[in-house]
Structures are given as C-alpha cells and as structure tokens.
C-alpha cells in the first residue's frame, strides 16, 4: 500500500510558466513533507520542506502547499527553467512518532521546454 | 556535491553472490540510512543508523546486513543476490534532530 501517491508520472511546461506538482498522503501520522530533485546517474538532491503545522512554505522560486485535511501537498515552481528538468520526488515522514526515516512517492519527471 | 561518499559507483556480480556497499556520511552526521530504488521504484527505505546504532528498519531482507563503524562510516552487505536485487542503492546522512537528509551518488548494484 502506497503511503505517498505522485499521480503524475511526467509533467511538461514551457519555460517562464508555473510548474506544479503534486503529491497525495494517506499516513495520518506524517507531520513532515520533503520535496527531493534528481537529476540522472545522481542522488536526490534536497529542495524545500514543510512542518504539518504550517500550510505553506517558500524559498525562491519554490513553494511548497500543504492542506492536511485533504492529505495533500503540492510543489510550485516559477518561473521554470530548463534547468529545473528532472525527476521530482515527494517524500514524508513521522517525526512526531520518533520516526525519521522517509516514505518517498515514486516521482514526477519534469521536462521544462525552452 | 552533498558531502556523503558512496562507493562503488558500478557493482556487477552473480546471482548468489555476496557484496558490501560502502557509504561515508557528511562530516558531523551521526545518522545514517540506506535506501534502494528498484526499475519503476520509488526509494524504498532499508534502514537507519545512529552513532552506531540500528535505529529503525524498513524493508529489509534478511539477506541483507548493515552496521555504522565507530568512524561512523557505513556498510551495506547483500548476500545470496537474486537478479530482482539489481537496483540502486542510495545512502543518506543527517543529524538526527533533523529531517533534511542529504543523499549521496548511490551504486548501482547489477545482478546477472
């Protein structure tokens, strides 16, 4: 049973638009959401992350929503870049219950088109 | 560069085959996790170490072994391999207050 669902598999968007991508939770217990970025023949690399007690979170060009009572959070990106190219992994975790280790989502690969 | 060393990059080998995966985590982590991402896979979490200590385990099978030395630098072993162990393997550290896990470049274990 997957805990940490990323529907979309890919997601095209052209350069300078809003890309977003989104993540679904069924783990009541997750109180800490992560988004990782990779890029091929590489580790995933840490990109933004948000505590269940907020319901948003920003860092330059990314944003991280969280709406705990839909289990489900979603990455802004904008504007997009072709650099911003690669596959999106949502991950989360229980601090709250001592647990650290991530359940991740099986990714979203980004293309962003010049 | 996110600090954490894995090596090998490349592992090829037999099935029923034994390999040690190694990982040196970022200076001043203490905790350290293992996680393997199969064709088609999101990243399955094996297991945590902190300063040398098992800390939590996932889903790991009992064919596979880790440990934390006191150089806190860790070992994945994987022994009697079967072809559906091929995957990448991919080591993360961080302070255990934390949630930020900083991975590294993984080895990409073939089992043929």
């Known amino acids: 049973d997957q805990q940490v669902k990323q529907n979309s598999p890919s997601l095209s968007v052209q350069e300078g638009r809003i890309s977003i991508l989104n993540c679904d939770y069924t783990n009541s217990m997750f109180d800490y959401f992560l988004w990782y970025k990779k890029y091929p023949a590489e580790g995933p690399t840490f990109l933004i992350s948000i505590s269940s007690i907020k319901d948003k979170n920003e860092d330059g060009r990314f944003t991280v929503f969280l709406n705990k009572s839909a289990k489900h959070l979603s990455l802004h990106i904008v504007p997009s870049q072709p650099g911003d190219s690669a596959v999106y992994f949502c991950?989360?975790?229980?601090?709250?219950?001592?647990?650290?280790?991530?359940?991740f989502g099986k990714g979203t690969k980004l293309s962003v088109i010049p | 560069d996110s600090g954490v060393t894995q090596t090998p990059k490349h592992l090829i080998t037999a099935t029923g085959q034994r390999v040690t995966l190694r990982c040196s985590p970022r200076?001043?982590?203490?905790?350290v996790y293992w996680y393997q991402q199969s064709l088609d896979q999101g990243l399955q979490f094996l297991i945590q170490y902190y300063n040398g200590e098992e800390r939590a385990k996932g889903n790991i099978l009992e064919r596979f072994s880790a440990q934390q030395f006191p150089d806190l630098h860790s070992e994945l072993n994987l022994s009697s391999l079967e072809l559906g162990d091929s995957a990448l393997y991919f080591c993360a550290s961080s302070v255990l207050a934390g949630v930020e896990q900083f991975f590294g470049p993984g080895t990409r274990l073939t089992v043929l």
């Open positions: 991950a989360a975790s229980a601090r709250g219950a001592g647990s650290y280790q991530l359940t």
């Open positions: 200076s001043g982590d203490l905790s």
